[in-house]
């Protein structure tokens, strides 16, 4: 399947981080399942997937997360709001289960994963627990930004939100002592008519300074 680029970059340019969601609509069901697979299907360093996403849709949890986000009302008013956190560490455990299910799906035995279970752990090794957590946190920027690709090319509006304390997001999410923690979070919805953060000119660099070729 292809999509044709005039409308790949129609949908990048009609995106933009959404300061007011309508809180009256909500994502249908089948498109915010499309949205949670783009998650799934997000790649990530040796496929390894160090993640959880967090689909928050209880109230009384999303105003305790509004205070913790500069009271930012896109917590609450949009229709979806997923907190992306990452594995705190990279532990032998970690890389067993992701070879496992690779050899479940692809049907591989254990001489066929072996060497790459070994590069990954030699890779792993190499780091401090602060270094494995650190690269699993960029993983998670890339599950950032393919969701808000899918989400900007079905229509759907949504705002990164780095602006929160992930200290409060992991107590109020119970996260402590589960070896995840919180990241970043993106609200997902459709922007109010009186955003008018939507109407504003959107602003890069010329792309000459930031694309050259070699
Ligand atoms: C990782 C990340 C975190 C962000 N955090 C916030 C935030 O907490 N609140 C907010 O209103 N916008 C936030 N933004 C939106 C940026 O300010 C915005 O993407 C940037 O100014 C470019 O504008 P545009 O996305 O509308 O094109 C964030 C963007 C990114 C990529």
Same mark, same amino acid.
């Given at each position: 399947m292809t999509v044709p680029p005039d409308q790949v970059l129609a949908a990048l340019r009609w995106r933009y981080a959404t300061k007011q969601f309508d809180a009256s609509r909500e994502i249908p069901a089948d498109v915010w399942d499309a949205l949670e697979e783009s998650l799934v299907l997000t790649p990530s360093s040796f496929g390894l997937q160090p993640w959880k996403f967090l689909v928050v849709q209880d109230p009384t949890i999303r105003a305790e997360l509004m205070a913790e986000s500069w009271n930012q @009302? =896109? !917590?609450? *008013? %949009?229709? *979806?709001? !997923? !907190?992306?956190t990452a594995r705190t560490d990279l532990s032998a %455990?970690?890389?067993d289960a992701w070879i496992a299910r690779m050899s479940e799906v692809q049907g =591989?035995? #254990? %001489? #066929? @994963? #072996?060497p790459l279970k070994g590069m990954i752990e030699g890779f792993a090794e190499t780091m401090s627990r602060e270094a494995r957590h650190a690269w699993n946190v960029r993983q998670v920027y890339i599950a950032l930004g393919q969701l808000m690709t899918a989400a900007a090319l079905l229509g759907i509006d949504s705002c990164p939100m780095e602006g929160l304390s992930a200290s409060g997001y992991d107590r109020i999410l119970r996260l402590e002592k589960t070896g995840y923690a919180t990241v970043v979070a993106c609200a997902l919805g459709y922007r109010s008519a009186t955003d008018k953060y939507a109407e504003i000119a959107k602003a890069r660099f010329e792309r000459a300074k930031v694309i050259q070729h070699v």
């Open positions: @009302t =896109q !917590v609450t *008013h %949009a229709s *979806h709001f !997923v !907190v992306l %455990a970690d890389i =591989q035995g #254990a %001489a #066929a @994963t #072996a």
